[in-house]
């Protein structure tokens, strides 16, 4: 199986922060890496498919890039809404692991 | 537009059964492939098991492999996932969703809002 470890696991950061997300495997994933954000007591949202691809209608400071075993989600300058917790995926082979979250919270 | 209801979820004693269901509206559902995924509570996301379209394929997370199975309708529009021989630890939120392909890239691209299964005596 895949491996996916996301660091950090915890976050805290202000209003207009940049904020960066690294997400890493165990093997390599090509580009078959997706992100979501969760916000509590809700499902997952996509958020970044394909590695760096933007899903419809989320707003552009969110960013994804890299390929093969290192992953990493931006956003360019926080929001109050972007307060949750973030989730990569791979889709490179059974199971569709996740890693194991980040939460981002207010500082 | 793409709605994924999931139902059937409750408290059950180890060892018990439990079928989930996953209402499908605003999309072919006989054309994509389906997924199950759970969280337990406070805990993070983990992918339990998937079904080709036409339901002639399977995959399961080994922690569940052998007691539970997916299945599908797609004269009803249903997703399906039942749960045999329940234990503590499947305790947690199920969520059914859809898993889109584009560009060779897939992507899980809609979710249910989930359904609660608590095993516990």
């Known amino acids: 199986d895949i491996q996916l470890t996301q660091s950090p696991s915890f976050l805290s950061a202000s209003i207009g922060d940049r904020v960066t997300i690294t997400c890493r495997a165990s093997?390599?994933?090509?580009?078959?890496l997706a992100w979501y954000q969760q916000k509590p007591g809700k499902a997952p949202k996509l958020l970044i498919y394909?590695?760096?691809t933007l899903q419809s209608g989320v707003p552009s400071r969110f960013s994804g890039s890299g390929s093969g075993t290192e992953f990493t989600l931006t956003i360019s300058s926080l929001q109050p809404e972007d307060f949750a917790t973030y989730y990569c995926?791979?889709?490179?082979?059974?199971?569709?692991?996740f890693g194991q979250g980040t939460k981002v919270e207010i500082k | 537009e793409v709605q994924l209801v999931e139902s059937g979820g409750g408290l059950v004693q180890p060892g018990g059964s439990l079928r989930l269901s996953c209402a499908a509206s605003?999309?072919?559902?006989?054309?994509?492939?389906m997924h199950w995924v759970r969280q337990a509570p406070g805990r993070g996301l983990v992918w339990v098991s998937r079904?080709?379209?036409?339901?002639?394929?399977?995959s399961y997370a080994d922690s569940v492999k052998g007691r539970f199975t997916i299945s599908r309708d797609n004269a009803k529009n249903t997703l399906f996932l039942q749960m045999n021989s329940l234990r503590a630890e499947d305790t947690a939120v199920y969520y059914c969703?859809?898993?889109?392909?584009?560009?060779?890239?897939?992507?899980?691209?809609?979710w249910g809002q989930g359904t609660l299964v608590t095993a516990s005596s």
């Open positions: 969703a859809r898993r889109y392909c584009s560009d060779g890239s897939c992507y899980l691209d809609y």
């Open positions: 605003g999309f072919t559902f006989s054309n994509y492939w």
């Open positions: 079904i080709h379209n036409d339901g002639s394929t399977t």
């Open positions: 093997q390599g994933t090509s580009s078959s």
């Open positions: 394909g590695a760096s």
């Open positions: 995926q791979q889709f490179n082979g059974y199971p569709y692991t």
